[in-house]
């Protein structure tokens, strides 16, 4: 599901309705959900357990040999608390009352990380680097995740709405989330005991709608004014799109009992609209619209050239696609918007003369459609490309308004309230984060996030019982987009960055640094092994007091000498190297006393950094990998970690 980083809070009129459930039902006994089968629960600290019940009932507990009694007060909540246990397992946690019994199967007793964030973080294993050998290798059962579903409400719930442990075998593991995952992997390597994830993210999301409305001052009437507006939002693209479309089918009209019926050759096409493609269609008058689209186009083969199989290239398309050349399905992808298709497609399927492509796309949020470089954009045959791009036929199939669509996501404080907030009586130990893309639109977001980013770790530790300071870590946002031919003024993601590092000021913190792992057009990078396994470098070091090499080289000060800047490190541990042999250093930009930024030339000695321009005869700053997106950069220390952009001025 692609983030369209700039699209306002969508939230429909159901962001009321969303809190028509805000008590759980106590007419039964019901531990909370995140207690079930196959449950990790915390070493070391008293362990509680609560649920609801029948007003008033007795409530009788046991685990690990320990019977706990609680009565249920005039709303069915109750609470017991269990004695500090070791790491070990497994064990089985009763819960009765006079009448009712509820047996909870293999609880182990371990360390238990939350992750959270954004789609960086809900990357799936099975959407990582080598997804198959990796599912099919997972075979430890004591790593365990706990999903919790997307979810929200306008107030603080005392639930999750659903979700189930599982343990990491290759039959669940392609679902969890891979940095997760991989970090737990790592970290049982070394923490010799049962790892629980509590995998609570939504791709998209803003640290806004993280956060409880009394860690951002939200007053009442500021988040009535967010519900308004977001209301009326809801029924301006309705509205605009209903305009538009006449109708808004809630089926696909493409699709006829399974049966493509506008993939069809015989179909005429001439009443369909035009859009210009490769491009979103919120770019081409669809704005705000998630559903299913059909494109269609056509190209001419010669009798021979009929006879060769030949190569489809459609670029990336957003969310999931079917394609067909003259009806017969040639390629399908599923929930890959970043990923271009090209697709074979043989003899038997073409024809001399016309050929028809069409295109079923289902976009599940965000932005939608064929996207990406016209280049990208066409078929080969006998190894001649044809170009494809232009105006297409584009009609729509389906249109979705869902409640959970992707835009929900953006209002402040909601994903707190379902999916943090009933967590919160959980012990853990620690939580892993990887967020901030969806907070990188302008500079004003960018600067902003510094004091919103520590302000969330304190309230989250504040707010989390019985956890105090716990280690909080988290992924720097990666490279991504287009490189710049000329060093830039500002950088929006690299403010971000900046403001993510500044919260290393506060205890009990780490950062991986991730400048190395991204690319030009990956805003999800799949290589999430090399995070997982950075983060636990970071875990083991914050959390577990263990000295190892955790940190790349960040940026100590500098000094001036002879139009010189010598830049001194911390973190160097076994030395700092460059990966690029006998190459320039890249990534580095001087300025003088104008601000004027330009390329610098840079190289390492006796673990400093020298750089110089003969453009800049006077430096005054130096600024490293200050991007978007960066060259691949070529400093590390011995230990394998990157240097961490940085930047001397601050302008």
């Known amino acids: 599901m692609m983030a369209r980083l700039t699209i306002l809070a969508f939230a429909l009129t159901s962001i009321l309705l969303a809190g028509a459930d805000l008590a759980p039902s106590a007419a039964e006994l019901r531990p909370a959900g995140v207690f079930s089968d196959g449950m990790v629960v915390q070493r070391g600290v008293p362990v509680p357990v609560w649920g609801w019940a029948a007003a008033n009932a007795r409530v009788t507990a046991s685990l690990g040999g320990q019977t706990r009694t609680a009565t249920a007060d005039a709303t069915g909540a109750w609470r017991v608390a269990f004695p500090a246990m070791k790491a070990g397992g497994p064990h089985e946690l009763t819960v009765a009352t006079i009448d009712a019994r509820v047996v909870i199967h293999d609880v182990l007793v371990g360390d238990v990380w939350v992750a959270s964030g954004q789609s960086n973080m809900e990357w799936p294993v099975r959407m990582s680097d080598s997804a198959d050998a990796e599912i099919a290798r997972a075979n430890d059962s004591t790593i365990r995740e706990f999903a919790v579903p997307h979810s929200y409400s306008d107030a603080p719930e005392a639930d999750v709405v659903g979700g189930a442990w599982s343990p990491a075998t290759p039959r669940n593991v392609g679902a969890f989330s891979g940095v997760a995952y ?3 992997r790592e970290l049982r390597k070394s923490a010799n005991v049962p790892i629980g994830i509590i995998h609570t993210s939504w791709g998209g999301a803003n640290i806004e709608t993280w956060m409880s409305r009394r860690a951002l001052g939200m007053t009442d009437s500021a988040w009535n004014a967010i519900v308004a507006r977001d ?5 301006s693209v309705r509205a605009a799109i209903l305009a538009k479309l006449g109708d808004l089918p809630t089926v696909d009209l493409g699709l006829v009992e399974g049966k493509p019926v506008w ?11 035009t859009i210009q493609t490769p491009g979103l269609w919120e770019s081409a008058g669809y704005d705000g619209m998630d559903g299913v689209a059909w494109y269609r186009t056509s190209f001419t083969l010669t009798d021979d050239e009929a006879r060769q199989a030949a190569r ?3 670029g990336p398309i957003d ?8 009806g017969v399905e040639v390629g399908r992808t599923e929930q890959k918007y970043a990923e271009p298709r090209v697709y074979a497609v043989p003899a038997s399927a073409l024809r001399a003369g016309k050929n028809v492509i069409a295109v079923r796309v289902d976009d599940t949020g965000g932005g939608g459609g064929i996207y990406g470089d016209p280049a990208s954009v066409y078929v080969e045959v006998g190894g ?9 036929r584009f009609k729509v199939g389906m249109v979705s308004f869902k409640p959970d669509g992707q835009r929900i996501n953006k209002v402040p404080t909601i994903l707190y309230n379902r999916m943090i907030h009933p967590l919160l009586g959980f012990p853990i130990k620690g939580v892993i984060w990887y967020q901030g893309e969806s907070n990188a639109n302008n500079m004003e977001q960018a600067t902003e996030y510094r004091r919103l980013f520590s302000t969330l770790i304190t309230s989250w530790r504040s707010e989390w019982h019985g956890s105090g300071s716990f280690p909080f870590l988290w992924v720097q946002l990666p490279n991504y987009g287009t490189v710049d031919s000329v060093p830039p003024a500002t950088s929006t993601w690299a403010t971000v960055r900046e403001s993510q590092a500044a919260a290393l000021s506060l205890p009990n913190t780490g950062q991986v640094v991730a400048i ?5 057009t990956e805003l999800h990078p799949r290589n999430k092994q090399a995070v997982g396994a950075r983060l636990a470098r970071v875990a083991r070091n914050v959390a577990y007091g263990q000295h190892v090499a955790a940190s790349g080289p960040t940026y100590r000060r500098h000094s001036t000498r002879n139009g010189r800047v010598i830049i001194e490190f911390e973190h160097v541990g076994g030395g700092l190297v460059s990966r690029a042999g006998d190459a320039p250093l ?4 001087i300025a003088g006393d104008d601000h004027q930024f330009v390329w610098a030339d840079a190289k390492v000695e006796k673990n400093r950094v020298v750089v110089w321009s003969d453009r800049v005869p006077r430096p005054v700053a130096v600024r490293y990998l200050w991007t978007n997106s960066p060259v691949a950069p070529a400093l590390y220390n011995r230990e394998g970690l990157p240097v961490a952009p940085f930047r001397t001025d601050a302008w």
């Open 384 to 392: 001649v490309r044809r170009p494809l791009a232009g105006p297409w």
């Open 182 to 184: 991989f970090f737990a």
């Open 231 to 235: 209301r009326a939002r809801t029924d």
């Open 319 to 326: 969310d999931s696609d079917i394609t067909w050349v003259n």
């Open 516 to 520: 190395d792992l991204g690319g030009a």
């Open 586 to 589: 890249t990534g580095f930009a």
């Open 263 to 273: 993939a069809d050759t015989s179909l005429s096409d001439d009443s369909w609209a």
């Open 312 to 314: 489809l290239s459609l």
